[in-house]
């Protein structure tokens, strides 16, 4: 402690290191004790609402005690280095090392490296073929687990799906078993979990999947009741701003509208609702103790929450002085009357795509006509700065659908200038990413577009949006190219992981630390290639992540490809069922 307190003064924020919120209950060393571990800094781990579930569901059984640790920003995790101060938990100070079992949580692809810092700073071997008993067992989880292989040789055990049962009944077991050995494999016949060691895959000549040998299906954990299911009471209050510093609930899991590119839509099916009751009862408990003055409503949708007007109305009546915000409003909501509640000093409307036609493709079921209503209302509230999402690279799309995205531009300019009493100049900001396929969408077996499409497409729209008023930014290739690579890949990149992480690759989620030529170069040395991994795969092929069971049919996934090709559009669930599969297991409410 002597030590750390001369290093604090010395490094960016050292109130991240220190522990001590408010509204953290001091903690005593259990039988079972769990570290939850967030790969990225603690201003964005602290604003993220899974890690508190988790907690939550693990502290619910007897005999535990659950701890946090954040990734060190670069600084700080240097000095450790220097002064061998292994990575400690912000609770009771403990070594990572002393744990029985380190939770990660991975939110992002980029994020892996930041788990293999982790465990570098807290002194515990990388792989989990080197952790002997003396070693804690690493758990993940999270939406990137949807495809653990890239992370299997360095992580015990993966929960796959929703975490509020699963994890307690971890708890649970970790707490009879008598060695990692007994644990696992009692753990590995759970719902929900997967253990790597106990899963074998074969590859043929070419580098394609021949075969896995082990568990059959692993079947992601539902949760089938929010109502009922676990969430803390409260949340401590960061030490220093948090990226979202405000309370949060969530509304509801999954949604209705069934995108295609969109992983998210597909993982958290099916659509689960919180009662308006139960959301007002954990609003006032949330921001009455952390004395937050903001409150966020989380979905996937909030606007297709079928009671939204009395839930907000609720939440009003009880909490008269707070700001609402409602981050997944759709343009086709926003002209409802609730539209007030979302007041920021702008409006973020997504419309993905520039043309009907690739909207249809992608099964984004709005119309220009709704996009620009969305606008008016908006306008007429007296916005006066709007943002706007797009993606390039999408499947079949052309020059003129990115030309298309001008023409909603000019448009939206057009609607503006007509609007009386404008107080301000309009502001325009397009923001364009690229195209990624991810597992679990029916456009997992798409390629990614290469770096030429890349420049060539931003050059397009560089001259359709050359207009006053209106910018564009876009995200950077290598970054999108890496997170493909990581999101469809298989086993094999355990090896350009570890070798990525060697080279100086951690923190990658941020652009100042990404180095694209150094993952290029660890790809190299294990005899692959980024080309790999963002091909087209074929409908035959097995895929990486085929052995896991989120419930939804792979032939409805590639049904719905073939829909996309023919420019189809299917709807979502609130049109009648498609038949994904899912009411197999679960009886969908559709109300």
Request: net charge neutral; glycine share 8%.
């Amino acid at each position: 402690m002597k030590t750390l307190n001369e290093i604090l003064p010395t490094v960016e924020k050292p109130s991240r290191y220190t522990g001590g919120e408010w509204g953290e209950s001091k903690l005593m060393p259990a039988k079972f004790n769990y570290c939850i571990c967030f790969p990225d800094v603690y201003e964005v781990g602290m604003s993220n609402l899974g890690i508190k579930i988790v907690a939550e569901s693990v502290k619910s059984v007897s005999n535990t005690c659950v701890d946090r640790c954040f990734a060190p920003w670069p600084d700080f995790g240097c000095a450790l280095k220097e002064n061998n101060i292994p990575l400690y938990s912000l609770g009771l100070k403990w070594d990572l090392s002393k744990f029985d079992m380190l939770g990660f949580s991975l939110q992002y692809e980029m994020s892996y490296t930041a788990l293999l810092y982790m465990l570098d700073l807290a002194n515990i071997p990388l792989k989990s073929i080197d952790r002997g008993e003396e070693y804690p067992i690493i758990q993940a989880g999270g939406p990137c687990v949807c495809n653990p292989e890239p992370m299997a040789d360095f992580v015990d055990i993966f929960t796959i799906g929703d975490g509020e049962e699963v994890m307690a009944e971890l708890a649970r077991l970790k707490l009879k078993c008598k060695s990692k050995r007994e644990f696992l494999n009692q753990a590995s016949e759970l719902d929900g979990v997967y253990v790597p060691a106990l899963m074998q895959v074969e590859y043929t000549n070419d580098g394609k999947i021949s075969s896995f040998s082990g568990k059959e299906k692993v079947k992601k954990a539902l949760v089938k009741d929010l109502d009922k299911a676990i969430f803390p009471h409260h949340f401590s209050v960061a030490n220093t701003e948090a990226v979202f510093d405000r309370g949060i609930i969530e509304v509801m899991r999954g949604c209705y509208r069934g995108c295609r590119f969109c992983q998210a839509g597909f993982l958290y099916r099916p659509v689960r609702k919180r009662s308006v009751q139960t959301l007002t009862k954990q609003a006032c408990s949330i921001l009455n103790h952390g004395g937050y003055n903001e409150l966020s409503l989380n979905s996937l949708s909030t606007g297709d929450y079928p009671q939204l007007g009395e839930l907000l109305d609720s939440i009003n009546g009880a909490l008269p002085d707070i700001k609402m915000s409602l981050p997944s409003l759709r343009v086709d909501s926003f002209e409802s009357h609730y539209a007030k509640f979302a007041r920021q000093s702008s409006i973020t409307f997504a419309p993905e795509a520039g043309t009907q036609r690739l909207r249809n493709v992608i099964n984004k079921d709005i119309t220009e006509e709704e996009i620009l209503r969305g606008a008016e209302n908006a306008f007429k509230l007296g916005y006066s700065s709007i943002k706007l999402y797009f993606m390039m690279g999408l499947p079949t799309e052309t020059d003129e659908d990115l030309a298309g995205i001008g023409n909603i531009v000019r448009k939206i300019k057009g609607i503006y200038g007509r609007i009386p009493s404008r107080a301000k100049a309009l502001r325009v900001s397009v923001s364009v990413s690229t195209f990624i396929p991810k597992p679990f969408t029916p456009f997992q077996y798409e390629r990614q577009i290469s770096a030429e499409e890349v420049e060539h497409k931003i050059e397009v729209l560089k001259k359709e949006l050359f207009m006053k008023g209106v910018s564009i930014s876009w995200n950077d290739f290598g970054l999108s190219q890496m997170e493909a690579v990581l999101a469809r890949g298989d086993r094999r990149l355990g090896a350009v992981i570890q070798k990525a992480y060697e080279r100086g690759c951690y923190f990658d989620g941020w652009q100042q630390y990404f180095k694209h030529d150094e993952w290029l170069n660890a790809l190299k040395e294990c005899g692959l290639s980024a080309e790999d991994y963002t091909r087209e795969f074929s409908e035959e092929e097995i895929l990486p992540w085929d052995f896991i069971d989120i419930f939804v049919d792979k032939k409805f996934l590639i049904k719905e490809r073939h829909r996309a090709l023919n420019e189809e559009v299917s709807g979502g669930c609130l049109s009648g069922c498609k038949g994904c599969g899912m009411q197999k297991v679960f009886k969908c409410d559709i109300k």
